[in-house]
């Protein structure tokens, strides 16, 4: 990556990219960086010139359908390993809401070394979903997703109203995007992270991006706007001079 760190991300975004692929993740930085950085060699040139592919697909798909960009890349590293407990803030849901409301087409390059399996399903089958649970329920969600084996070089482009799940047995890499829409929407996503928004907005003393949303939201009382202006007017104690003076006189 980058800056050659990996990091976990909170469920809430976790889930929304990868799920258990999304073990940990590290960002490739911008596009223009990573394509100075293909010609430094090495793993970091690689990954700099995967990323290139990436750029050159989305030219390729903005020819056919009207995109603002792509984002920056994210590498991802599967499985999850060590779950732990990373909360989410109010700063990183306000980062990854821009994003989720602008994708309209993830692109993943899935880079191995070992095959994984990728299952996609549709986000109004998945409200209750967690990368745990009880066999009756996995069995009932796999049932209701479409699941394909992945090996090392296979791209595929994911819609936004998808959600899917990278599955892997051994330690693998993932390279991905997203292709942006020029104007935001309410994705499935985005409405997850809105949702905790509203209600952390309603439970807690929320403090910087969110203070505002609270604000608006839960405000009791009377609503005031206070409104001003400057302006410059001449001054005097005397009533005819003073008078004279508005006049121009």
Known sequence: AADGSFRMLPYEIRDSLLGPGSGRVADMGPPAQCKG??????TLGTLGTLDGTLTHL???ISRHVQLSGRSAG???EAPVTTPGKNELSEEQCCEWFGLFARNRIMVLLFLGPGDAQLELKAWEDSESDSESG???ENEARWAKSVVQVLSPGDLVL???????RLHAVQRCFSLSCFLQEQQPQLTPAAKVLQKWAEHRAATAAA?????LLQDHLFCQGLGLSICSWQGRFPGSWQ???WSSQV???
């Open 74 to 76: 994210l590498l991802h």
């Open 158 to 164: 994911i819609q936004a109203h998808l959600q899917p």
């Open 134 to 136: 009880s066999g009756s």
């Open 247 to 249: 006049q121009g006189q």
């Open 37 to 42: 950085a293909s010609a430094a060699g090495g």
């Open 58 to 60: 989305a030219a390729m």
């Open 239 to 241: 009533a005819e001079v």
């Open 207 to 211: 403090e910087g991006p969110l203070q």
